[in-house]
């Protein structure tokens, strides 16, 4: 069981993805912005961080600069629709930030849970998993 920190304004979505990792056994809070974490309303230290990149107010690169300045073990898989100019250009970004896996909307809920593991399994050592060239997708899903 992990503790993680779901940011996503999305709201259909960040219910979705917060009861998949629950199903998984993970000790999930979800909030619908970064803002939360850059003035530190969060208070828990969490395992893996999960953020959305294009969100209001505060979005998902502020937070996983913040985050990494602040505590630069912490595990972060960022997502991203990538707006107008798609997500590759955003997850890239997040990668050489820090971030541990990234996943391009719309993908599998299961392909969530599997990044959240492969990011608590992976060694510091390692570094961040480059992004699959592929992302899955399914349409059972509620992930978009």
């Not at 917060?18 to 970064?34: D, I, K, P, Q, Y």
């Not at 979005?59 to 629709?81: C, D, F, M, W």
């Not at 392909?111 to 050592?125: G, K, S």
């Amino acid at each position: 069981m992990a503790r993680i920190l779901l940011i996503d304004d999305e709201a259909d979505l960040l219910e979705a993805m917060r009861e998949a990792l629950c199903a998984a056994s993970h000790e999930v809070t979800a909030v619908s912005n970064g803002s939360y974490v850059v003035r530190g309303d969060t208070g828990v230290d969490f395992d893996v961080v999960i953020t959305d990149i294009i969100m209001p107010e505060t979005e998902g690169i502020e937070t996983l600069t913040y985050l990494k300045r602040h505590n630069p073990g912490i595990r972060i898989v960022a997502i991203s629709g990538g707006g107008s100019i798609g997500a590759t250009f955003h997850l890239r970004m997040a990668e050489r930030l820090g971030a541990f896996r990234t996943l391009g909307k719309p993908f599998a809920l299961r392909t969530l849970v599997e990044a959240v593991q492969e990011t608590l399994t992976q060694d510091d050592a390692e570094g961040p998993v480059p992004s699959p060239a592929a992302v899955s997708r399914d349409p059972q899903s509620k992930a978009g």
